[in-house]
């Protein structure tokens, strides 16, 4: 079945330093990908996404890459800041549309 | 994502005795997705539903597991005989007719089997 894993379990960065998190994906089929934050004691929070037709997408602070070909998605957040904190996973869409397959995600600490 | 409701936020449990998850989509929202979380893991894809219908549940267990989106009310998920493995964290999300693009997560019921 479709798995979706990260290169780093943990990740520590000096505050107002860019953390980028990486993330790997198995099936070539995906074609819509999200990345979630979850703090500690809450529920994934949507950060951003990016449809396989596109190579980069950004938003405020964070920037998605996606390489199809090596099956790669990356989350960069610039100038990291203590409330960047948390576990940051990274999902694909199933090939039925109905299931997002999580990976085991990454703990960003950010250091004061 | 604070519109959707989950509740409780901590239930404990003993042993043989029977759990059930309470899941209030946002308003009108008519998707409901529930997913269990392990320490330390990744979020497992347990089962979709519609009103009135479960359209996948090819993450549910076989067995003591079952899940409901009535009409009127919440989502159930409900866990007979409760084992120390089911112990988790049970995330409900909900999203519109349109799908997962406007998908929002609850807080989670943490499960305790002791």
């Known amino acids: 079945g479709e798995s979706v894993g990260l290169h780093l379990p943990t990740l520590s960065v000096q505050e107002g330093d860019n953390s980028i998190i990486n993330c790997a994906y198995s099936n070539s089929a995906s074609d819509y990908f999200i990345w979630y934050k979850q703090e500690s004691g809450k529920g994934p929070q949507f950060i951003i996404d990016i449809r396989s037709n596109m190579d980069k997408r950004q938003g405020q602070r964070v920037t998605v890459l996606l390489n199809k070909t090596v099956k790669h998605l990356s989350l960069q957040i610039a100038a990291t800041q203590p409330g960047d904190s948390a576990v940051y996973f990274c999902a694909e869409v199933g090939n039925t549309g109905n299931q997002f397959y999580f990976g085991t995600g990454t703990s960003l600490t950010v250091i004061p | 994502n604070a519109g959707v409701m989950q509740n409780p936020r901590h239930l404990v449990r003993r042993r043989g005795q029977e759990a059930r998850l309470r899941c209030s989509p946002v308003?009108?929202?008519?998707?409901v997705y529930w997913y269990r979380q392990l320490p330390e893991e990744g979020l497992k894809f347990m089962v979709y539903l519609q009103k009135e219908n479960i359209i996948d549940e090819s993450g549910m267990p076989k067995e003591r597991f079952s899940a409901e989106f009535p009409k009127e009310g919440p989502s159930i998920l409900r866990i007979q005989q409760v084992v120390r493995g089911d112990s988790a964290a049970y995330f409900c999300?909900?999203?519109?007719?349109?799908?997962?693009?406007?998908?929002?997560f609850g807080q989670g019921t943490r499960l305790t089997v002791v």
């Open positions: 308003k009108g929202h008519s998707h």
């Open positions: 999300a909900s999203s519109p007719p349109q799908g997962w693009t406007e998908a929002f």
